[in-house]
């Protein structure tokens, strides 16, 4: 089925030109996560209330509502036009929805909880269309912009078919086995 529509809260990015939702709760640093991407280079789509709508079965095209366009809204510094102040090459004007890079305060026990070995990944149902999500921790310290775009270059190896934590288990497999030999 296609012209379905769903409104998400969050900041749409293309980031190395794949349709990415940054998601989280209100305040745990989308926007500024969005300005550093946008700092380096790549291009929002959408700030706060981005538009998708499923054109065919596997697509979900994301784009902003009319009166949003343009603008970034950062907490203490308020409402930014990226258009007037990074040029209009720091918006696009559409994408697919790729991925989602959540957003989740985390400290202490529950930081180090966190599996080092592979990402949080799992997925999320939109408008029927299975979207993977991976969750990044947020904490002082953590430079958000190259966890996103490390996430964003995972994902894209495991696109085609690259695991890092399995090639890791099979090289750490292969020097236990020359030991023992």
């Known amino acids: 089925m296609t012209d379905q529509k769903i409104t998400l809260h969050g900041v749409f990015m293309e980031v190395m030109q794949l349709g990415v939702l940054l998601s989280g709760a209100s305040g745990v640093g989308k926007s500024e996560l969005a300005l550093e991407l946008l700092n380096r280079g790549h291009r929002l789509i959408a700030d706060d209330a981005p538009e998708f709508v499923r054109l065919a079965p596997a697509s979900l095209q994301g784009e902003c509502p009319e009166m949003l366009r343009d603008f970034l809204e ?23 929805l790729r991925l989602i890079l959540h957003l989740e305060a985390m400290g202490g026990e529950r930081l180090a909880a966190v599996d080092r070995l592979r990402p949080s990944r799992d997925s999320v149902i939109i408008l029927d269309q299975e979207i993977p999500r991976i969750t990044i921790p947020v904490a002082p310290g953590r430079n958000l912009a190259i966890l996103a775009e490390t996430a964003v270059r995972g994902h894209l190896l495991s696109l085609d078919g690259y695991d890092a934590a399995a090639d890791f288990s099979r090289r750490q497999g292969q020097f236990l086995s020359r030991s023992e030999a």
């Open 74 to 96: 950062v907490r203490g510094l308020g409402v930014i036009n990226i258009r007037a102040m990074f040029g209009g090459n720091a918006i696009a004007p559409q994408a697919e």
